[in-house]
């Protein structure tokens, strides 16, 4: 992967760094405790994700079962790997992955980490969701894992699965407008968001 972007000795310098971090991210993730299975469909045990997700997101779109399959299912010229997470019978966890081969800018091959469906108030579930998708996509032979997103709790998720931030190079612009001041607050308030690459129209393929 690093070939593909740095020259020579930065590349191998940029690797001796990167293979000590990941030997710190495996000590980190530990064990993973969630069975993973992979979902044609979304249906009804979903919903009851959701209900169970949704009073920890205070701003974000709603990923019901509906929304999830209008998205990741049955949206024409995509391919995704929808993931569900479970705990017992009980689904704790969903995440949704796209890959991409290489090509004349990516020189490896990359998964996306577009969107996941979990409690924000949960960082060590939402850690299990991530070190599955990590799993998922180190099996499918994706040389780096990459996840666009905006929201605090993410954030700090991602980072405590050994994810390295990167400089925000995308901007998102909240116009709050005339509305009560607690309502501005919470908009203005990173903690408050989650958004994430399946939030925006960068997958239509017209």
């Not at 064990?31 to 701003?59: G, N, S």
């Not at 577009?114 to 599955?132: C, E, F, K, N, T």
């Not at 001041?181 to 393929?205: E, F, H, K, N």
Request: hydrophobic fraction near 45%.
């Amino acid at each position: 992967m690093l070939r593909g972007k740095l020259p020579g000795p930065a590349a191998l310098a940029a690797g001796l760094g990167l293979r000590a971090s990941s030997a710190v991210r495996d000590l980190v993730r530990g064990k993973l405790r969630l069975r993973v299975k992979e979902v044609t469909r979304f249906d009804e045990r979903h919903d009851e994700l959701w209900r169970a997700v949704a009073p920890t997101v205070q701003v974000g779109v709603v990923r019901d079962a509906s929304y999830l399959n209008w998205k990741y299912v049955d949206q024409p010229g995509q391919t995704f790997v929808r993931l569900e997470m479970l705990d017992g019978h009980r689904v704790c966890g969903v995440a949704v992955l796209a890959l991409r081969e290489p090509d004349t800018a990516y020189k490896y091959r990359r998964a996306l980490l577009v969107d996941l469906v979990v409690p924000l108030s949960d960082d060590g579930l939402m850690r299990q969701v991530i070190h599955a998708a990590v799993t998922v996509a180190e099996g499918r032979g994706a040389d780096a894992l990459v996840c666009l997103h905006a929201g605090r709790a993410l954030t700090d998720a991602l980072k405590g699965c050994g994810f390295t931030l990167r400089k925000p190079e995308r901007v998102l612009l909240v116009d709050v407008g005339p509305m009560a001041d607690d309502t501005r607050t919470r908009l203005l308030d990173a903690a408050s968001w989650l958004v994430t690459q399946g939030d925006s129209d960068i997958d239509r393929p017209w």
